[in-house]
């Protein structure tokens, strides 16, 4: 079955930096979400889209960005990249309010 | 604010040992209560969904159930390739999907 498909897995940044982070939701899921989890850390709720539309917004910085496309897509975008975003991120989606399915993640790490 | 608090933070049992995993919940209003299992470096695994009090669901060794304020995962008869992160999430009424974690149990089992 297909599944969440995140990228990259790793992703290696200098501080001040610019990162995207791409996500491609399971088919027929219309809703998508973005979490951030720190070193045995909760994951913690950034954004969510349903059917491309902002639904949810969390503990997302200013300097980060987040849309869903018309093919369902996701990207985050992080400018000016600090130490302390160096983190797990994952995307997750739904059919609706049913359960959420996570990708892999990506692993950024700002030196 | 949903909040989620989890306990024991870690729990350590030899193989066969039977234990429960706590999960206190705060919710406006419970759209459902998720139990997720993680491994390290990996994405969030769904296990189950409970929705009212008085709710249980099983899979192989592990159950779970539901109260007004608690849910517990059961574990029985655990083996070591149950050792992971469970993590428990809530979705309430004030939000549109997103899920709010508690900090996760590492559970290890050791032969």
């Known amino acids: 079955a297909a599944g969440v498909i995140q990228s990259p897995r790793h992703l290696i940044k200098e501080k001040r930096e610019t990162a995207t982070l791409k996500c491609y939701p399971i088919p027929r899921h219309d809703t998508v979400y973005w979490y951030q989890q720190g070193p045995g850390q909760d994951p913690q709720f950034l954004i969510s889209f349903y059917e491309k539309m902002q639904s949810d917004k969390g503990s997302i910085p200013d300097r980060f960005s987040a849309q869903q496309f018309s093919d369902y897509h996701s990207e985050l975008n992080m400018s000016s990249l600090e130490l302390g975003d160096s983190a797990l991120y994952f995307c997750?989606?739904?059919?609706?309010?049913?359960?959420?399915?996570f990708g892999s993640g990506t692993q950024l790490s700002v030196l | 604010e949903d909040q989620v608090t989890q306990s024991p933070e870690a729990l350590r049992l030899q193989e066969g040992e039977s234990s429960s995993l706590n999960c206190s919940y705060t919710v406006s209003g419970l759209r459902g209560l998720f139990w997720y299992r993680q491994d390290p470096g990996k994405g969030p695994e769904f296990l189950f969904t409970?929705?009212?009090a008085g709710e249980e669901k099983e899979k192989e060794r592990l159950k779970a159930t539901l109260t007004k304020k608690e849910s517990f995962l059961h574990i029985t008869a655990p083996k070591p390739e149950d050792s992971a992160t469970y993590l428990c999430a809530v979705r309430g009424t004030g939000t549109a999907s997103k899920l709010t974690f508690g900090t996760g149990t590492r559970l290890q089992v050791t032969l």
């Open positions: 409970l929705y009212s």
């Open positions: 997750a989606s739904s059919l609706g309010t049913e359960k959420l399915f």
